[in-house]
């Protein structure tokens, strides 16, 4: 159907109109009057272009594993491909000590520490059992207290070495005719030339006297000292010490002939290493420093006063509670019995300790 104008408004443009918005342009209304709109294919959504208005040029290939370019892509470099995680990097070396980024290291396990090795740590108590036992500490140079669940210090140990010692015991046993005592003191009776070997005891004359009114000894002071003067070769007939030693003192057991009002006792002399006249003519001094009476034997009196001891039986004789005296090599020791009777026959058996550092 045609109506009004010059050109023609059909049913089909009524169509048209209708698929067409309330709104165009004029540009839009005459291109569609005229039949010319364009679709601008380069545009998204432009829509779809049929098949019969355009010829199809491209041409489906078929790639087979291994072609399409000079270094052939194949199953194997896709497989290779798919075990690489996304964002992998090259050459990524790991850091023990790292705790983050690329190359830390996940899961670590629990290397041991070798304890041989030099400021390896401390083990927590709770891994290790401490078998070890700590013995509790002694300082006592004589040892006292030691027992086997404690130990003594090295000083301690040293100490107690240094002061051990080897004991020597000379024993002789000897009798006597002793004299009338003329000058009111104790009465001393010496080895004399036959020694002491022989077990003979003989009176000495020192000087003119026998008797020795002062008895005072002193371990500490030689010139405090009772002295007696002898003659060199008197010392021959003593003891000799061949190596520097320390008197302990000496037991003894004496008796007389007859039971009487009187005392009978031993005693030592020493003449120190630095008085003997060795080779000599000239006289030497000996000094007093043990000494004991029978009639006493509980200790070291030297008191000279009557006693209710039966002097014909055996009695003891000690004196091993003063002290040590030390004796340096080549000094001599001269023993002693000594009494106040009259013409007793008098025996003893002395026995002499000495003592050496080991």
């Avoid at 050109?7 to 209708?18: M, P, R, V």
Wanted: hydrophobic share 35%; proline share 2%; charged share 15%.
């Amino acid at each position: 159907m045609k109506i009004l104008g010059r050109n023609t408004f059909t049913e089909s443009d009524h169509t048209k109109l209708n698929d067409i918005g309330t709104t165009i342009s004029t540009a839009q209304a005459n291109a569609i009057i005229a039949n010319t709109a364009k679709v601008d294919l380069t545009v998204d959504g432009a829509g779809t272009v049929h098949s019969n208005n355009y010829t199809d040029t491209n041409t489906t290939y078929s790639i087979q594993d291994g072609e399409l370019s000079q270094n052939n892509f194949t199953n194997d470099d896709h497989t290779k491909l798919n075990g690489i995680a996304a964002g992998a990097e090259v050459n990524v070396q790991s850091d023990w000590n790292s705790s983050s980024g690329d190359n830390q290291i996940l899961n670590k396990p629990t290397i041991p520490v070798d304890l041989t090795a030099d400021g390896a740590g401390t083990v927590h108590a709770n891994n290790y059992t401490d078998t070890n036992t700590q013995l509790p500490l002694i300082d006592s140079d004589s040892m006292s207290g030691a027992s086997a669940t404690n130990v003594a210090s090295a000083e301690s140990v040293k100490a107690y070495v240094d002061a051990r010692y080897s004991y020597q015991y000379i024993s002789f046993f000897g009798s006597v005719s002793a004299a009338n005592n003329n000058n009111g003191g104790p009465y001393y009776i010496f080895t004399s030339g036959n020694g002491i070997s022989n077990h003979s005891w003989t009176k000495y004359n020192v000087g003119g006297t026998l008797a020795i009114t002062n008895d005072t000894i002193d371990l500490d002071v030689d010139a405090n000292c009772s002295q007696l003067t002898v003659s060199t070769y008197f010392g021959t007939n003593q003891i000799v010490v061949p190596q520097t030693s320390e008197i302990v003192g000496f037991y003894a057991t004496n008796r007389a002939g007859s039971n009487g009002p009187y005392h009978v006792g031993n005693a030592i002399f020493v003449i120190p290493e630095s008085g003997v006249n060795w080779g000599d003519s000239n006289s030497m001094t000996a000094f007093l420093k043990y000494r004991s009476i029978s009639s006493a034997h509980s200790g070291t009196d030297e008191n000279f006063s009557s006693s209710n001891v039966n002097t014909s039986k055996t009695m003891m004789c000690h004196d091993m509670a003063r002290g040590t005296y030390e004796v340096a090599a080549g000094s001599i020791i001269i023993p002693s019995i000594f009494c106040d009777t009259h013409s007793q026959v008098i025996a003893s058996s002395m026995t002499i300790v000495l003592r050496t550092k080991v």
